[in-house]
């Protein structure tokens, strides 16, 4: 017999039975698009964070904080700025502090930077991309504003360029500022801090009214070449060996670890919907053997040979897993490909490979990114099938067991 006419025999079986066949064909559907977006899900947020890392910091980029016992001053940014390949090193100011806008009183973090590490912070190429209102100019008696100090938790707007803000100081002093910008919401803390919780003003103010100590909280090591990378973090080790030298690959070995923990619980969540359908597909399998008992005795009895009948079975569970396979596959790259790429999920900065799921209401933004890949599709694609066809496995050795005798006995 053709191959051909087993398909039409498994076929013709599989719609007798349309009900658990459908039924059989929904759950492959569900499960295929629950795995897909749990994994599209955890590598999404892997892609979104690696390129907001990789376009924020650069890859020529090493943190170094103070250890646990131990201080890092304004001194040690000089004798860092002396260490061969380092182009630049820029200290990490900040400072907690009450703030009186308008009568609202509120608390921020004060953070002393230059311009450059307000782009480098928000991910933004000019300063005037990072802000939402007013002019990008840092200088003495002017503060930029981040989003959640302007705004308060019902949207009202409490600050505006040009208002007048009072700064009270760890010391008690109670210093003046004009209000020059507000920033662009960023949905990401970085080095520690949340730009959206904190008043930007210049270093060299920070350090003479707020720190005139002069100890910052890190120190941001700029290196000439990517290649440079390793030996700017082992010189930093030797002269400063009670404090932290991060670079960007330990960061990133770091997060890549995290997400795929994530992405691997993930699918193991969502997986368990492929151990219930091989279940359901051994179960109606094993039923569809003994309903057709009779109708297997038959076929052995006009010429079917013993291995005729498990094939025609194996052949009907493969049907059936395919069209699930079809539909399901369909419907994840629908979902996926029908949302534009995330642009601002976590910050100004973010873009880059990926789709989101965006769910928009009148005072937030939350993007859920998707990102597979075509290996991912196919093996998302495969999975079913197989599972399917090994769960078939069994009833359809079983029905070959059966002797062609008890077959036609068989009511």
Known sequence: ??????????????????????????????????????????????????????RVFGTNTVFLFPGQNSQLTITDVYEVMDIPHV?????????????DINGHEVTATIIGATEQEIMQLY????????????????????????????????????????QVMVITTPGGSELTYTVGAI???????????????????????????????????????YVDSPSNINYVTNELKALFPMDQVLNLSTLLSSINQFFTVLELFLAFIAGISFVIIGIWMFDTMMINVIQRTREFGIMRAVG?????????????????????????????????????????????????????????????SIML????????????FILPIAINIIAALVPAIRAMRILPAQTLRYE
């Open 1 to 54: 017999m053709r191959i051909s006419d087993y398909f039409k025999l498994a076929w013709s079986a599989a719609w007798e039975r349309r009900g658990r066949t459908i039924g059989a064909i929904v759950g492959i559907v569900i499960a295929i698009v629950a795995l897909g977006l749990a994994i599209g899900m955890g590598q999404g947020y892997k892609v979104l964070t690696t390129s907001f890392f990789e």
């Open 87 to 99: 182009t630049n090193a820029i200290p990490i100011l900040s400072t907690v502090a009450k703030v």
């Open 123 to 162: 991910g933004v190429t000019s300063l005037s991309n990072a802000i939402l209102a007013g002019a990008p100019v840092l200088s003495p008696g002017l503060a930029l504003v981040g989003y959640d100090i302007a705004f308060t938790s019902t949207g009202q707007q409490i600050a505006y360029p040009g």
């Open 183 to 221: 920033m662009q919401q960023s949905g990401i803390g970085v080095i520690g801090l949340n730009p959206n919780n904190a008043i930007f003003i210049d270093e060299n103010t920070f350090l003479s009214q707020f720190d005139p100590s002069g100890i910052v909280d890190g120190i941001i090591v």
């Open 304 to 364: 079917f040979s013993g291995r005729s009948i498990p094939l025609l079975l194996i052949i009907e569970a493969a049907i059936i897993a395919i069209i699930g396979s079809v539909i399901g596959t369909a419907l994840l790259m629908a979902i996926v490909s029908a949302f534009p790429g995330p642009s601002s999920m976590m910050g100004p900065a973010f873009g880059g490979p990926g789709r989101a799921v965006r769910t928009t209401t009148a005072t937030s």
């Open 369 to 380: 990114p998707i990102a597979l890949t075509p290996l991912d599709y196919a093996a998302i």
